[in-house]
T-cell receptor
């Protein structure tokens, strides 16, 4: 069964304190690994797509990496505005997204 | 470019009623997917439509159905509502099916009483 697991469930950081979010996946015929950011009361906002092990993508303070079993979202020197729930999803063989439960990130000033 | 729009944003319905939700994708996007988001289960795939045809379907009962029109706009219908159908229903559009990135709308918050 296709599955995506994210850890930790919640993460509290001080402003400037770098850290990483983990996403482990078991998705048959994976068609991309996707990262989204979701703010309360809003739909998920697309961040990155990774297709191959070893691939990396960056956007401002965020960097996503991919291995054959995991993906990491590294947050460098976070700011309070980075507080949100970060969702990881595997692209299933039928074109659907299989989502993890998310990591709720809080960054305190 | 306008994003994905969903209407209505909020709905309150009674058990046993039915409801129709609407989604307008990004201009030029032909694939529309629907997801249900609840605190316990997270985001779960309902179905995807591409070129007016249902491409694939998640593991939800037949009370959940959808359709897509020639202009790529999509509707989702839930019949015989149950309390457990209370959720945020999200629509996502992409240029094509398969590997394409999906862009989400703001969602419709459905409350069943």
């Amino acid at each position: 069964e296709d599955q995506v697991t994210q850890s930790p469930e919640a993460l509290r950081l001080q402003e400037g304190e770098s850290s990483s979010l983990n996403c482990s996946y078991t998705v048959s015929g994976l068609r991309g690994l996707f990262w989204y950011r979701q703010d309360p009361g809003k739909g998920p906002e697309f961040l990155f797509t990774l297709y191959s092990a070893g691939e990396e993508k960056e956007k401002e303070r965020l960097k996503a990496t991919l291995t054959k079993k995991e993906s990491f979202l590294h947050i460098t020197a976070p700011k309070p505005e980075d507080s949100a729930t970060y969702l990881c999803a595997g692209g299933g063989s039928q074109g659907n997204l299989i989502f993890g439960k998310g990591t709720k990130l809080s960054v305190k000033p | 470019k306008a994003g994905v729009t969903q209407t209505p944003r909020y709905l309150i319905k009674t058990r046993g009623q039915q409801v129709t939700l609407s989604c307008s994708p990004i201009s030029g996007h032909r694939s529309v997917s629907w997801y249900q988001q609840t605190p316990g289960q997270g985001l779960q795939f309902l179905f995807e439509y591409f070129s007016e045809t249902q491409r694939n379907k998640g593991n939800f009962p037949g009370r959940f159905s959808g359709r897509q029109f020639s202009n790529s706009r999509s509707e989702m219908n839930v019949s015989t509502l149950e309390l457990g159908d209370s959720a945020l229903y999200l629509c996502a559009s992409s240029i094509s099916t398969g590997r394409a990135e999906q862009y989400f709308g703001p969602g419709t918050r459905l409350t069943v009483t």
